[in-house]
């Protein structure tokens, strides 16, 4: 009986939650983050040290949940036509194929296979969007031009990396076909300029027409329940067509954001207070995933090399390109700087890699040990840059 107490989703949803609210206070206490407190509790509580929460299916969902509201949230704050500039996808497709390059030099020079090199230049091209945008929105500087270069890469980034990760895959399974790949970038552009259309012209009118009929005027929760619906509706749409769930969140974020209500409650500020319970268990998540019981002497310098070319790939491949489109060098090395972390991203490629059986036990945990210090690192160097 315990023991099916202990496994209940409502007693692991318990558990998370004290534990995101035991990150809050570890990051006050340090002054950094509440990004970083989330990550070490999760670390802490994982299999690397306690054992108290493991890498459960549920986790996984709930700590996707969470990634999607934070990116609805974050798109709220933004209009998709002032992130996708053209210097915004320069800054993204150089972003991918320098550190591209480097990882798959990297273990080609350390001796491994041209598949598993292949593999991790893939996980090195990773962005994750959830890391950086959280900081920035706890900084309350997502209205910077350097946080809306990062974002705009980042979600370029995102797509992109798909992008990548899906022709290795193919190359993996000697089925690639340039066809599939065309296909795959027809189907996101129609998917970005169709789903931006339809939420601009269909669903904000949809909003306010909500907001003044008799329902919105005697339930005023129907604004935000209606944008949600849309929110997870995209996701699930980005992932039918093989993007990821978070781009299609924030495209409905960046449609929906604005919209004046006269009767009904702020969604915005709705969606705010789930994105504070749920993403903070994806943070959480991160560090649960991380199990430093892997972690062998043999394996510490790949991991070292691996984090060092991760970070100084992004740095020039981002910060370099954003320098020349006319941005300050403080502003280019944040751009830089908040395209490093990996974080979940580059942890799926592993696990595709993995159980493919392309990268070896070694191989996956250097790259999910880097993803975890990318992740750690850049909330650390980013606030002293965007602060200032």
Known sequence: MLHEVLISPQFQMSVLLFVALAGYIVASRIGQSAVIGEILVGIAVGPSLFGIVTYTGFVHEIANLGAIILLFVIGLEFNLKDILKPRYFIIALIGVIVPWIMGYALLEIMGYGAA???????????????????????????????????????????????????????????????????????????????????????????????????LGQRHSETPFIFSMAIAFAYAAFAELIGLSAIVGAF?????????????????????????????????????????????????????????????????????VPAKISGMSVRESFAVGVGMVPRGEVAMIVALIGLGKGIIEQPVYVAIIMMSLLTTVITPLLLRKLISK
């Not at 969604?267 to 268990?281: K, M, T």
């Open 251 to 319: 495209l409905a974020g960046s449609c929906l954001g604005g919209v004046n209500l006269a009767n009904g409650k702020n969604y915005e500020e709705g969606a705010d207070y789930l994105r504070i319970i749920f993403s903070s268990i994806f943070f959480v998540s991160l560090g649960v995933i991380a199990d430093l019981r892997l972690v062998t002497p043999a394996i510490l310098l790949l991991i070292a090399i691996l984090t060092a070319v991760a970070i100084v790939s992004k740095l020039i491949g981002c910060g």
């Open 116 to 214: 598993e090199s292949i593999f991790v230049g893939t996980a090195l091209t990773a962005t994750s969007i959830a890391i950086t945008a959280n900081v920035l929105k706890e900084m309350g500087r997502l209205e910077t031009e350097a946080a809306r270069a990062i974002i705009g890469a980042a979600v370029i980034d995102d797509v992109l990396g798909l992008i990548v990760l899906s022709a290795t895959v193919s190359l993996s399974d000697g089925s690639f076909s340039c066809l599939a790949i065309l296909i795959l970038l027809g189907k996101t552009v129609l998917f970005l300029g169709g789903g931006g259309l339809l939420g601009y012209f269909a669903f904000r009118p949809f909003i306010r027409f909500m907001d003044g009929s008799k």
